[in-house]
């Protein structure tokens, strides 16, 4: 009954349904009270009236919030997937394995949808293999990004909506090589400034809301730390801190992430499916680190 009095221009959302019911309460009483005092030749054109009046304010009330908007919500998300690592520092051979990840990424919106703060804290832990199967790497590391993006509501679409903004990221861990006995770990740490950008787009499957979105994350300038060729952890130890920070810019290290997935509103829950692609490569001091991951995310709404 209620969307015979819902313009299909307004895709009304869950904010607004306690409304739409209270102005179908009003529109009930009205009709009755029309009925009892007034011919009928007028009751249908005040029902007319009043249908067009609150069609009117239902759109008015959808316009309050812009249907590009994102929800406001924090995310706790498993990944899994496919991990590659290469370090010239522990072993000349590439080892590919499993990717598991732990993270939590909160969302918030600020200065009526103009701009939009991430908070993204998580963990990530691969387990390789090289391909005789006769050892592994093992390499945990921690991170978190904050980013402060300006938004373009509705700019090509009234459901589209575009983000970009600076981003400041730290990470850090170790790679643990069992068989190496001279040089068995070896430290990944770099902090970095740089830019992101998100592009996101509101539809529904059905008659389940859906939010699709590509984010990437890309630094651009920073410091990390790299020992110099065969030189060992011990001698580091030992007061040698000779050129263990260098500065990082695309000329000798390159990071990028890619996130491309979608968000099904189910009620007050939101779970998420996607894809993310993690890159990050660096050369200095004779030493060549290349790795990458491929991974599904499962997510939920806290």
């Known amino acids: 009954m209620l969307s015979r009095f819902i313009p299909c221009g307004a895709n009304a959302n869950y904010a607004n349904f306690a409304n739409y019911i209270l102005k179908f ?54 990944d899994a997937g496919y991990a590659s690592i290469h370090d010239s520092y522990l072993t000349p051979i590439t080892y590919d394995g499993i990717d598991l990840g732990l993270s939590l990424e909160a969302t918030r919106w600020a200065s009526r949808y103009r701009w939009l703060w991430q908070l993204s804290v998580g963990a990530d832990y ?16 921690g991170d978190i990004s904050f ?15 575009f983000s970009a903004g600076p981003m400041a990221q730290l990470r850090a861990g170790i790679v643990y090589d069992a ?9 990944r740490a770099h902090a970095n400034l740089g830019a992101t950008g998100m592009a996101w787009f509101n539809t529904h499957l059905g008659r389940l809301p859906v939010t699709l979105r590509y984010q990437a994350q890309l630094p651009v300038v920073g410091v ?16 040698n801190h000779k050129n263990l ?14 996130y491309l997935g979608a968000d099904l509103h189910v009620r007050k829950v939101t779970l998420r499916i996607g894809y993310r692609n993690r890159l990050e490569h660096w050369t200095v001091n004779n030493l060549n680190v290349h790795d990458f991951t491929h991974a599904l995310v499962f997510g939920i709404s806290l």
């Open 25 to 78: 309460a009003e529109l009930v009483k009205f009709v009755k009270f029309a009925l009892k005092t007034l011919r009928r030749g007028r009751c249908i054109y005040c029902l007319t009236l009043i249908l067009l009046s609150c069609s009117l304010s239902v759109a008015a009330q959808a316009d309050t919030v812009p249907e590009s908007a994102l929800p406001v919500q924090s995310m706790l998300m498993l």
């Open 126 to 141: 691969n387990y390789v293999e090289n391909n005789a199967k006769n050892n592994n790497l093992q390499k945990v590391m």
């Open 147 to 161: 980013n402060m993006q300006h938004a373009w509501m509705g700019v090509l679409h009234p459901r589209l909506g």
């Open 179 to 187: 068989v190496n006995s001279n040089n068995p770990v070896t430290v």
């Open 224 to 239: 990390f730390f790299a020992p110099e060729y065969d030189e060992s952890y011990y001698e580091i130890y030992l007061g």
């Open 245 to 258: 920070a260098h500065l990082g810019w695309w000329g000798n290290r390159f990071d990028m992430t890619n």
